[in-house]
């Protein structure tokens, strides 16, 4: 019998080992989803939470291309759950659960002291968490061996000395035969080179030419009475304090919040928050005409933080994962202006914290950017 669980609709259990359950379900955005958590007794357990801990960590470090992503990871919550997007394709939620039934009986309590240790799963090297400290080792002295002094030095500075001695000389000999075989007259003196035009002046450039690299120099404008769609969450609001990004050559402008530094590229800028470690990055190209459906792919499987959901007809696509204390997400958008299609795309990470100031970014690079169709 389907239940609805929090924001997920149509939850029903496909399968139950001891103090795991795994159900199936439909998030907000209408995705079949995998939903693993653990009993409300087993919640109780902290060595069960730890284990689940440990082995989520363990499917985000070596999750490849035939994983199913995790799209949410609460552990902190009263009875923790792990959101796996549901696809026949990948493996999803399944693999955790196997792996946590390896690790330790489904039931009853786990073993604790070394034997829990060595049932933890060992990580590898991985972006997610802080690496570990290497393990201490004493200082390794080395001592060079005593150097025969160089010959070359002496003899080169000796070649570098007669250079230049010559030179003095010849030179010396030149500037005294030209004073002695000059005139008062200024004939045989070069003439100064006609000065060249400016490259904008009348007729220095073909017809339409100058016009596009006066376009070219001019820095776009935001724009105040677009639309308001929001695929990321949050939107900006007349009281959050911002700065307009626009940068000269650009076909739009986007706003950040007031603090964050940003970079500007040729078509690409990325905006890092006053942390330093958050960024969103912003960049738009032009799908080579007539931009068919498989161009559009394309660019499109070039972002990370695949599948991307398609909205619009696939003008628009998507995605967001939430890892430990992070929110990723990337934005793909597709708008005609003056003759040519752009693919706009916005690709963030952030702090978990940070993620409500990271969302209106990605809507209004959305809005700004459809706004060109307007």
């Given at each position: 019998m389907s239940r609805t669980v929090g924001p997920y609709t149509d939850v029903a259990t496909t399968r139950v080992e001891g103090a795991y359950e795994?159900?199936?379900g439909v998030d907000e955005a209408g995705r079949p989803v995998q939903i693993l958590t653990l009993g409300s007794t087993s919640s109780k357990d902290p060595a069960r939470r730890g284990l689940l801990s440990d082995t989520v960590a363990w499917a985000y470090a070596t999750a490849g291309p035939e994983d199913a992503p995790i799209l949410v990871a609460d552990l902190e919550a009263e009875q923790p759950y792990v959101v796996v997007l549901?696809?026949?394709?990948?493996?999803?939620?399944?693999?955790?659960?196997?792996?946590?039934?390896?690790?330790?009986?489904?039931?009853?309590?786990?073993?604790?002291?070394?034997?829990a240790v060595a049932h933890r799963p060992q990580l590898p090297a991985s972006p997610v968490g802080p690496p570990s400290a290497p393990p201490m080792s004493p200082p390794t002295v080395v001592i060079a061996p005593p150097r025969r002094p160089s010959q070359l030095r002496p003899i080169l500075i000796g070649i570098a000395s007669v250079v230049v001695i010559v030179a003095l000389a010849v030179g010396g000999w030149f500037i005294w035969t030209a004073l002695a075989s000059g005139d008062d007259s200024d004939e045989s003196l070069p003439l100064p080179a006609t000065e060249r035009a400016p490259a904008?002046?009348?007729?220095?450039?073909?017809?339409?030419?100058?016009?596009?690299?006066?376009?070219?120099?001019?820095?776009?404008?935001?724009?105040?009475?677009?639309?308001?769609?929001?695929?990321?969450?949050?939107?900006?609001t007349e009281h959050d304090d911002?700065?307009?990004?626009?940068?000269?050559?650009?076909?739009?402008?986007?706003?950040?919040?007031?603090?964050?530094?940003?970079?500007?590229?040729?078509?690409?800028?990325?905006?890092?928050?006053p942390d330093g470690a958050s960024s969103v990055e912003v960049g738009w190209t032009v799908c080579e005409s007539p931009c068919r459906e498989e161009a559009r792919e394309a660019l499109q499987e070039a972002l990370p933080y695949q599948p991307l959901q398609a909205y619009e007809n696939g003008d628009i696509g998507f995605s967001h994962r939430e890892p430990y204390g992070k929110w990723k997400a990337s934005l793909s958008v597709f708008v005609e202006d003056g003759g040519r299609i752009l693919h706009v795309t916005a690709v963030a990470n952030v702090s978990a914290e940070l993620a409500r100031e990271a969302q209106p970014i990605l809507n209004d690079v959305l809005n700004q950017a459809q706004s060109l169709e307007e």
């Open positions: 795994l159900c199936e549901r696809d026949a394709r990948l493996h999803g939620a399944g693999r955790i659960m196997d792996r946590l039934l390896a690790l330790g009986p489904a039931t009853g309590p786990l073993p604790v002291g070394p034997a904008e002046a009348e007729g220095a450039f073909p017809e339409g030419m100058a016009e596009e690299r006066q376009e070219e120099r001019t820095a776009p404008e935001w724009q105040a009475d677009t639309s308001d769609l929001s695929v990321a969450g949050e939107l900006f911002t700065d307009v990004v626009a940068v000269t050559g650009w076909p739009f402008a986007f706003r950040v919040p007031a603090g964050y530094h940003c970079e500007a590229g040729d078509r690409s800028t990325v905006c890092i928050a």
